[in-house]
């Protein structure tokens, strides 16, 4: 299967996990994990789905999946082991043009998760088309290993100095060679080391000594964290 990769924005939206055992539940807690308003499905919940229901994290249905269920729905995960209703789920979804993954069963799904690893916004996906979810885990855990919680902290710096460069209403051109040039290749190290002193001279000798660099003083004490071991790895 050929998947086009894509990032969604589903804050607010209607998701809708059917399932409440312990793979509805890690399912759940990813979509929350980013805004999404989830509805559980489930005639009975597991412990990890009872305590985001009773935290007040998600809505539950507390009846089995019925057709009509995924009206208004935008995404749709279906964690549940039952053929016959995976099909039927699968046939609503179509009808309504909804995305749907059904838990490792590629035949139903029109798009699958890749294997993730999160530094904040900082993310890297590893996809295998769904033939070897076990290659994408081995892939994702050295991943996690090499790409650690200074790159959070770098893309927040970038950002911050995002707009400071664009509102200098330099050419698109020029702002694109000078995006490029912020970046060192020495720069994770001096964040991991926490040698903040030596990014800031590297963004000062970019963007010249007349321009402030205010907006990184937050960064700097996360920097300073990270370095002394207070930010974990996800």
């Not at 929350?32 to 499905?41: F, P």
């Not at 964040?191 to 007349?210: M, P, T």
Request: negative net charge; charged residues 25%.
């Amino acid at each position: 299967m050929n998947y086009y990769p894509i990032c969604l924005d589903i804050t607010g939206r209607r998701c809708i996990v059917i399932g409440g055992g312990k793979v509805a539940a890690r399912k759940a807690q990813g979509l929350l994990d980013h805004n999404a308003a989830v509805t559980m499905i489930s005639p009975e919940l597991g412990e990890e789905s009872a305590a985001l229901h009773a935290a007040g994290r998600l809505t539950w249905c507390d009846r089995p999946y019925q057709e009509g269920d995924l009206a208004g729905a935008f995404l749709v995960i279906a964690a549940t082991d039952d053929p016959e209703v995976q099909e039927r789920i699968h046939a609503e979804a179509e009808a309504g043009n909804i995305l749907l993954n059904v838990a490792d069963v590629p035949k139903w799904c029109n798009f699958i998760l890749p294997a993730t690893v999160r530094r904040g916004d900082f993310s890297l996906s590893i996809s295998t088309g769904g033939k070897s979810p076990a290659l994408a885990k081995r892939m994702r855990e050295a991943m996690e290993a090499q790409f650690g919680p200074e790159y959070d902290i770098l893309l927040q710096a970038l950002g911050a100095l995002r707009p400071l460069v664009l509102s200098l209403n330099r050419p698109h051109r020029e702002n694109k060679k000078i995006f490029a040039q912020l970046l060192h290749d020495d720069m994770v190290l001096w964040i991991r080391d926490n040698r903040w002193e030596e990014v800031v001279a590297h963004f000062r000798k970019v963007l010249g000594e007349q321009v402030p660099l205010d907006c990184l003083a937050g960064i700097q004490a996360q920097c300073a964290h990270s370095s002394a071991g207070s930010i974990d790895h996800e």
